[in-house]
Nanobody
Framework: QVQLVESGGGLVQPGGSLTLSCATSNNIFRFYTMGWYRQAPGKQRELVAQSTSGGRSNYTNSVSGRFTISRDRFKNTVYLQMNGLKPEDTAVYYC?????????WGQGTQVTVSS
């Protein structure tokens, strides 16, 4: 059974920073594209950032320059470093692992940006 274990969400003031973590198994981490998605109340789930097994990364426009996705191959963990947080970043953030037709999700972690 594939597990994606997320941590790091919380409440932060506008302009603040948070780092999300997603730990998984070695086989998943080595071969799958790892990504972070988010879903705000009343909105569809959207892709935030992705990191391929080959090391390429991409970001949605609204977070480009503020968020950074990274992979630690020794810990089989993918991170999302979020800087300059805005109230519109408030959402449940989900870790995803995808390869071909296979896709797995974490349980989600709440990020709330508010003063």
């Amino acid at each position: 059974q594939v597990q994606l274990v997320e941590s790091g969400g919380g409440l932060v003031q506008p302009g603040g920073s948070l780092t999300l973590s997603c730990a998984t198994s070695n086989n998943i981490f080595r071969f799958y594209t790892m990504g972070w998605y988010r879903q705000a109340p009343g909105k569809q789930r959207e892709l935030v950032a992705q990191s391929t097994s080959g090391g390429r990364s991409n970001y949605t426009n609204s977070v480009s320059g503020r968020f950074t996705i990274s992979r630690d191959r020794f810990k089989n963990t993918v991170y999302l470093q979020m800087n300059g947080l805005k109230p519109e970043d408030t959402a449940v953030y989900y870790c995803n692992a995808a390869m071909a037709s296979r896709s797995y999700w974490g349980q989600g972690t709440q990020v709330t940006v508010s003063s």
